[in-house]
């Protein structure tokens, strides 16, 4: 699973987590999250988001 981090703040999106805060359960894929989905911290966009590389 991918890990995700906001471009403004420290909010990391992890595929394997979900965003249990949102409705969004454990497993699903960034690609899949609503294009209205944001931050939960700052409120940036999803398009504000870029994979974290290992």
Request: overall charge negative.
């Amino acid at each position: 699973m991918k890990k995700y981090r906001c471009a403004y703040c420290a909010h990391v999106y992890d595929e394997a987590v979900g965003d249990p805060d949102t409705g969004v359960p454990p497993g699903t894929p960034f690609e899949d999250l609503p294009e209205d989905w944001c931050c939960l911290e700052c409120g940036a966009m999803k398009s504000d988001y870029h994979l974290i590389e290992d």
